[in-house]
């Protein structure tokens, strides 16, 4: 229901500040009325939210320590406190928890960097090159067709355990996510406009910086999201595979100790950093995309 | 042209600007359907546009009105025949061209202003320069205070306002229009044809303007093109030589020149509309 009355509500309070005090009573009940159902609708989310957080994890809680489920092989949320706890005072088997959170996050973001920058550089020229990309087009539906994850193996066996690896792995997701997207964008391209500005007179290049990447930018950014989510695998699981430091090791040592609360910790502590990073990326969609109408963002914000 | 600021002096009303002379000779456009069928969109198409003159072209559904266009403006090759523009045969974009079309062909992530300011800045005019012109073009068609907007953000009018003053801002010499008002409701079109016809009456340019409405073609134009569908080719031209300026295009419609000449060109579309209706119809059956 709310979302039916908020855009009721913009419109209101756009039209009284035009017309300034036409209607000076009707149009301040509408508002503060439009305001206190709009509050009341945000109250009764985060009421909905908390009750399925404390169903969720109270009932885990519950269930295991009735035995109804083995706290040994599925952890307890009380137990996952303490290890988190246990990580954040007295640290790992490696070091301080922060140094191995910092080398993950390091290999995330460098990858995400260096992957998404790849993938739109390539996206935009083979999307805009029919040439390019029916030559690439088979050798891109190989490479999309391998397990990536396998690639971890062999480029830890080729560039050792250090951070180096991690990052061309979680490049390697990220550039896959961002590619298809910004190829796509590149050809969904409003003909005409093209046609419009070739007109007056744009060069090749002009026609890419004025028309082509802004309007791939909707499928670029729209990408970022997964692209995030998959840089963060990318790192986590080359970790696995073979580190000396970061989160996915713990991870790998904790599963060797069957010690499934220090797995879980170390998903919260992934969880956090990933909630902020998306953040982030929905803060510079916003700044990036303020042109659009905002029924369209409206709907995309889940 | 290698200048970068547009500054064409408009051309007075009885001067005539070479350079904006459009002939058109025997031009023919043959394409491959997707099934690799050739399809004639349009034969031996010959018509002279003269310099500042207002050409309008009617025709019914896919009689190749808009390939001419695109071949005039150099976005298409044609197969045989030629395009000359100011005595020189089109061969890629043709300079000093501006297209409207029937979507806006506005860029809905830039503002208003940032959307007119287009055309010089593609030019190389420093920004600052750019921005006043545009700024002076918005004013000329009525969207001052709208500067900062967004397309989606202006009505269907607003948002053809502001696509004639990016067509108009680097003052072309020759204006093709593809049905540019084909979807606006009519109290607005009417508004717009009026604006159109003083904002062109200020510049001169040559324009080419293909339209499906008849009273649009002959209260807007000197010359009206008939061409005839499936391969497109002209059939008939008439002069329009009601007195300019025109004014305000709804009172025009009642004169009595204005309907002599409508009924006069309708009787020769009308055949046309016939036969390709039948056509289509034939083809849906």
């Known amino acids: 229901m709310s979302t039916l009355i908020q855009p009721h509500a913009g419109i209101g309070s756009a039209g009284k500040t035009r017309t300034g005090s036409s209607a000076p009573d009707s149009g301040s009940d509408l508002q503060s009325s439009a305001r206190r159902a709009r509050t009341r609708s945000i109250i009764w989310v985060w009421v909905g939210r908390?009750?399925?957080?404390?169903?969720?994890?109270?009932?885990?809680?519950?269930?295991?320590?009735?035995?109804?489920?083995?706290?040994?092989?599925?952890?307890?949320?009380?137990?996952?406190?303490?290890?988190?706890?246990?990580?954040?005072?007295?640290?790992?088997?490696?070091?301080?928890?922060?140094?191995?959170?910092?080398?993950?996050?390091?290999?995330?973001?460098?990858?995400?960097?260096?992957?998404?920058?790849?993938?739109?550089?390539?996206?935009?020229?083979?999307?805009?090159?029919?040439y390019l990309s029916n030559v690439f087009s088979p050798y891109i539906k190989i490479a999309n067709s391998i397990p990536r994850i396998v690639l971890g193996s062999i480029f830890i066996v080729a560039f050792g355990l250090g951070i180096f690896p991690k990052i061309l792995l979680a490049g390697v997701l990220v550039f896959f996510a961002v590619f298809f997207n910004a190829f796509q964008g590149v050809r969904e391209v409003d003909q005409g406009l093209v046609a419009n500005v070739r007109v007056l007179g744009a060069s090749p290049l002009q026609v890419a910086?004025?028309?082509?990447?802004?309007?791939?930018?909707?499928?670029?950014?729209?990408?970022?999201?997964?692209?995030?989510?998959?840089?963060?695998?990318?790192?986590?699981?080359?970790?696995?595979?073979?580190?000396?430091?970061?989160?996915?090791?713990?991870i790998s040592q904790s599963q060797g100790r069957f010690d499934p609360?220090?797995?879980?910790?170390?998903?919260?502590?992934?969880a956090v950093f990933t909630l902020g990073a998306e953040y982030l990326i929905t803060l510079l969609e916003k700044s990036v995309l303020k042109w659009r109408p905002p029924v369209r963002s409206e709907a995309q914000s889940i | 042209m290698g200048d970068n600021t547009p500054k064409r002096i408009p051309v007075p009303p009885g001067v005539t600007d070479e350079g904006a002379r459009i002939e058109i000779v025997d031009l023919t456009k043959r394409f491959l359907t997707p099934k690799g069928?050739?399809?004639?969109?349009?034969?031996?198409?010959?018509?002279?546009?003269?310099?500042?003159?207002f050409c309008a072209i009617v025709g019914p559904t896919g009689c190749g009105k808009s390939t001419t266009l695109a071949q005039v403006s150099g976005l298409d090759k044609p197969s045989s025949g030629s395009v000359q523009v100011g005595g020189h045969i089109v061969?890629?974009?043709?300079?000093?061209?501006?297209?409207?079309?029937?979507?806006?062909?506005?860029?809905?992530?830039?503002?208003?202003?940032?959307?007119?300011?287009?055309?010089?800045?593609?030019?190389?005019?420093?920004?600052?320069?750019?921005?006043?012109?545009?700024?002076?073009?918005?004013?000329?068609?009525?969207?001052?205070?709208?500067?900062?907007?967004?397309?989606?953000?202006?009505?269907?009018?607003?948002?053809?306002?502001?696509?004639?003053?990016?067509?108009?801002?680097?003052?072309?010499?020759?204006?093709?229009?593809?049905?540019?008002?084909?979807?606006?409701?009519?109290?607005?079109?009417?508004?717009?044809?009026?604006?159109?016809?003083?904002?062109?009456?200020?510049?001169?340019?040559?324009?080419?303007?293909?339209?499906?409405?008849?009273?649009?073609?002959?209260?807007?134009?000197?010359?009206?093109?008939?061409?005839?569908?499936?391969?497109?080719?002209?059939?008939?031209?008439?002069?329009?030589?009601l007195p300019r300026p025109r004014g305000d295009v709804q009172?025009?419609?009642?004169?009595?020149?204005?309907?002599?000449?409508?009924?006069?060109?309708?009787?020769?579309?009308?055949?046309?509309?016939?036969?390709?209706?039948?056509?289509?119809?034939?083809?849906?059956?």
């Open chain 1, 209 to 250: 910086r004025h028309v082509t990447i802004p309007s791939a930018m909707t499928w670029i950014i729209a990408s970022l999201h997964t692209a995030f989510g998959f840089a963060i695998i990318g790192a986590l699981v080359a970790e696995v595979l073979g580190a000396q430091k970061g989160i996915g090791l713990i």
């Open chain 2, 91 to 241: 061969d890629g974009i043709t300079n000093g061209v501006s297209y409207m079309f029937q979507s806006d062909s506005l860029f809905p992530w830039k503002s208003v202003l940032q959307n007119v300011m287009i055309g010089p800045v593609l030019l190389g005019t420093p920004k600052k320069r750019a921005e006043t012109l545009a700024r002076d073009w918005l004013r000329r068609v009525g969207l001052t205070g709208f500067e900062d907007r967004y397309p989606h953000q202006l009505s269907g009018g607003m948002r053809k306002r502001c696509a004639m003053a990016a067509a108009l801002i680097n003052n072309p010499r020759i204006l093709l229009m593809d049905e540019p008002f084909g979807a606006l409701d009519v109290q607005t079109k009417a508004i717009m044809q009026t604006e159109l016809l003083g904002l062109w009456e200020e510049l001169r340019p040559s324009v080419l303007f293909i339209t499906h409405d008849l009273d649009e073609a002959v209260a807007l134009s000197d010359r009206v093109v008939i061409m005839t569908s499936g391969p497109g080719t002209v059939k008939d031209i008439f002069d329009i030589d």
């Open chain 1, 50 to 130: 908390a009750a399925v957080a404390v169903f969720v994890i109270g009932g885990w809680q519950l269930f295991t320590e009735l035995k109804w489920i083995d706290p040994f092989f599925y952890g307890q949320p009380s137990q996952i406190w303490d290890s988190l706890v246990t990580l954040f005072t007295k640290g790992t088997a490696f070091g301080s928890i922060w140094d191995q959170l910092w080398v993950t996050v390091q290999e995330a973001l460098f990858g995400f960097l260096f992957g998404s920058i790849a993938g739109v550089i390539a996206g935009i020229l083979l999307g805009s090159n029919r």
């Open chain 2, 251 to 285: 009172t025009l419609r009642h004169e009595q020149r204005f309907i002599e000449l409508q009924t006069k060109i309708w009787e020769s579309l009308r055949d046309e509309v016939t036969r390709a209706y039948e056509r289509t119809a034939g083809v849906a059956a």
């Open chain 1, 261 to 270: 609360n220090t797995v879980f910790a170390c998903m919260v502590i992934m």
């Open chain 2, 37 to 53: 069928v050739p399809f004639t969109a349009i034969r031996d198409v010959s018509l002279t546009v003269e310099p500042g003159q």
